[in-house]
């Protein structure tokens, strides 16, 4: 998963890496921002108890278009299915 942990590009926007997040700021074209998080899976009945995996965190997120918020969705998605 570290090869994962960098910066990627995409047409509209840049994802960069931030170890103090342990996530993803997602930065638009447009200026807006979103931002993800690695989250560890903590129930024990799950299959995946203890792996990481990608969520959104918007607290601090800019108001995104819906276009932006599904390019969002795609990227969890995305980095999700290489863990």
């Known amino acids: 998963m570290k090869n994962l942990k960098k910066l990627i590009k995409r047409k509209d926007f840049e994802a960069e890496f931030n170890?103090?997040?342990n996530g993803y700021v997602?930065?638009?074209?447009?200026?807006?921002?979103?931002n993800t998080q690695f989250e560890v899976e903590t129930n024990k009945l799950h299959a995946d108890y203890g792996e990481e995996y990608l969520v959104r965190y918007t607290d601090y997120d800019s108001k995104l278009s819906s276009r932006e918020e599904k390019q969002?969705?795609?990227?969890v998605k995305e980095i999700n299915s290489y863990i």
């Open 26 to 34: 997602i930065v638009f074209d447009s200026g807006h921002v979103a």
């Open 19 to 21: 170890e103090d997040l």
């Open 72 to 75: 969002v969705e795609e990227f």
